[in-house]
């Protein structure tokens, strides 16, 4: 397994941006496709973005596309997301995942290590 450590989260403004940071150690990092995930309260978890490997792929969750943007620093074993024009309904608890698979999917279930946690807030 692989253990992440995320951070970067905090409270903005409708409109605001954060940018989060996820580092990882143990399994060698540029082996895993890393995705992002959230989870709001009383929802369920829900995808965001994911990378590949090599980085050089990436998709995203509609909710995301055009604002967020995922990236990796395979040297220094990081994952970054990148949100711009924040919303409330941004608004959630912000978990990188990492998976032995070279392109994950969008369910959780393809992830094997995940993180703590990082908390958005998002006021309008």
């Known amino acids: 397994q692989v253990q992440l450590v995320e951070s970067g989260g905090g409270s903005v403004q409708a409109g605001g941006s954060l940018r989060l940071s996820c580092v990882a150690s143990?399994?060698?990092?540029?082996?895993?496709?890393m995705g992002w995930f959230r989870q709001a309260p009383g929802k369920e978890r829900e995808f965001v973005a994911v990378?590949?490997?090599?980085?050089?792929?990436?998709s995203y969750a509609d909710s995301a596309k055009g604002r967020f943007t995922i990236s990796r620093d395979n040297a220094k074993n990081t994952v970054y997301l990148q949100m711009n024009s924040l919303k409330p309904e941004d608004t959630a608890v912000y978990f990188c995942?990492?998976?032995?698979?070279?392109?994950?999917?969008?369910?959780?279930?393809?992830?094997?290590?995940w993180g703590q946690g990082t908390q958005v807030t998002v006021s309008s």
């Open positions: 995942a990492a998976s032995v698979r070279s392109f994950p999917g969008f369910s959780r279930y393809e992830y094997d290590s």
């Open positions: 143990g399994r060698t990092f540029s082996t895993n496709g």
């Open positions: 990378i590949t490997r090599s980085g050089r792929t990436t």
